[in-house]
């Protein structure tokens, strides 16, 4: 069972940055693809940014490409989501998602489907984001 434990939530003014933290637990990391979703009410749940930690490699959403930047930390177990020039639209709630890799997610695969909510088993407790003046 995955355990995924989010950190780093909080308010801020626009243009401040913040950086959230994702540990994962109760499987090995490297086989790992973890996630940043975010959420307001009444809307559907965006992806935000992947990671196929194997590879190191990632994917951004358009609506965040060049503020925000996910990475990884193999010793620690964490992804990181670093956003920077936050706008009150990113104000949401922010989820980890992961899923394990097993034979089905290729990284080519992965490429197409790392935004879709629907293909994460485990999701941390979310943090919430909160960006305004």
């Known amino acids: 069972q995955v355990q995924l434990v989010e950190s780093g939530g909080g308010s801020v003014q626009p243009g401040g940055s913040l950086r959230l933290s994702c540990a994962a637990s109760g499987y090995p990391f490297p086989r790992l693809l973890l996630a940043w979703f975010r959420q307001v009410p009444g809307k559907q749940r965006e992806g935000v940014a992947g990671?196929?930690?194997?590879?190191?490699?990632?994917n951004i959403a358009d609506s965040v490409k060049g503020r925000f930047t996910i990475s990884q930390d193999n010793a620690k177990n964490t992804v990181y989501l670093q956003m920077d020039n936050l706008q009150p639209g990113d104000t949401a709630m922010y989820y980890c998602?992961?899923?394990?890799?097993?034979?089905?997610?290729?990284?080519?695969?992965?490429?197409?489907?790392?935004?879709?909510?629907?293909?994460?088993?485990?999701w941390g407790q979310g943090t919430q984001v909160t960006v305004s003046s």
């Open positions: 998602a992961a899923v394990g890799r097993g034979i089905v997610f290729t990284g080519s695969y992965y490429q197409r489907v790392w935004n879709r909510s629907d293909k994460y088993e485990y």
């Open positions: 990671i196929y930690t194997e590879l190191s490699r990632t």
